[in-house]
């Protein structure tokens, strides 16, 4: 799903320029900034923290979905330090958008943060923006000026995406789980995994159920989470083939969201 752009009027947009230029300089942003639309905008960000064995470290990962304007970029999260710093976490390039979203890349930050070794990093609560310089602009997704914000070990925060799929595994004899997350909109909802085994020659559905909460890795996560995240999961049973497509429907007060991949469909090949 593609976030909704809302192209401004041409008085407000000064405002709004201007606002974005005072909002750089107080994050030490130096290369010129440009109101975000489309350009980059947060897709997907997961904290958790592990502990083990005496110790305890936190994972974070960061999904960003960037217009591909020229071949040279640079991407990254600019995420504020426990000292009150900003730094500049480098995204890494994974891949092109789908169809359904030409023109557009998917970038993704990963960082942990351990208790042990010889600079201890301790866990944090995140406050970060999106970055993309290309072409001597610079482009961000500041949340509306509010930042995006995550706790230290609150699971998955989608600002704008109502349904994505967190991950999918195959059991031991053969069945295929989807674990899925819904932003909550309503308590009557509805989460369908759409799938298909000869490259959408038929297909199939299998209904999504509730999960109260999971964990992640060594990390427990409540659903739904302090940002109104649930977790949801499906389970589709052993089938001819070795490769699965599939997408989520996701139907709640009066309206149908769909997760695809970004338009190339989700893909599971059977080990």
């Known amino acids: 799903m593609t976030p909704a752009s809302h192209a401004p009027a041409a008085s407000p947009f000064r405002w709004q320029a201007l606002l974005g230029a005072l909002a ?21 960000a997961v904290s958790t923290v592990s502990s083990r064995y005496g110790q305890s470290w936190q994972d974070v990962s960061i999904t960003l979905l960037v217009k591909n304007l020229a071949y040279h970029k640079e991407v990254s999260v600019s995420m504020k330090q ?21 023109g557009h890349e998917i970038w993704k930050v990963t960082r942990m943060y351990a208790s042990w070794g010889v600079d201890p990093q301790p866990s944090r609560d995140l406050e970060f923006v999106a970055k993309y310089t290309v ?10 000026f509010n930042h995006h914000r995550v706790g230290r ?40 995994v759409v799938y298909s085994t000869d490259g959408w020659a038929t297909a199939h559905e ?6 109260s909460g999971y964990t992640s890795g060594y990390a427990y996560i409540s659903s739904p989470n302090v940002q109104g995240v649930e977790r949801w999961q499906a389970h589709i049973p052993a089938l001819p083939g070795n490769v699965v497509l599939f997408a989520v429907r996701y139907e709640v007060g009066g309206q149908t969201f769909w997760d695809n991949n970004f ?4 893909q599971h090949t059977r080990p």
């Open 153 to 192: 070990g609150d699971g998955p925060y989608q600002p704008y995406n109502p349904v994505l799929v967190a991950a999918s595994f195959w059991r031991d004899n053969g069945d295929l789980d989807v674990s899925i997350d819904v932003k909550n909109l309503a308590y009557a909802k509805n989460v369908t």
């Open 24 to 44: 750089a300089l107080a994050l030490g942003f130096v290369a010129t900034p440009a109101r975000a639309g489309e350009e980059i905008r947060v897709q997907k």
């Open 82 to 102: 426990p000292d009150g710093t900003w730094a500049d976490l480098a995204a890494s390039y994974v891949g092109p958008a789908g169809s359904g979203l030409s």
């Open 206 to 211: 299998a209904p999504a159920a509730y999960v």
């Open 135 to 144: 072409a001597g602009q610079t482009y961000w997704d500041t949340n509306d």
């Open 263 to 266: 338009g190339v469909d989700h």
